[in-house]
């Protein structure tokens, strides 16, 4: 799953990092060598 839309929060499930996305792109965030995961709210 890309990156939608500013102000999306993605979470990696292994170190704990989190993002904000401020400028969209489409690409997917990989952190840990895995896909990182929507913070659904």
Sequence with gaps: ???K???EK???KIC???VVVS???G???VC???NM???EE
Excluded: D
């Design 27 to 29: 690409g997917t965030l």
């Design 16 to 18: 704990g990092n989190e």
């Design 5 to 7: 839309k500013i102000g």
């Design 37 to 39: 995961v929507l913070i």
């Design 23 to 25: 400028k969209a792109g």
């Design 32 to 34: 840990c060598g895995q």
């Design 10 to 12: 993605y979470f990696c």
């Design 1 to 3: 799953m890309g990156v």
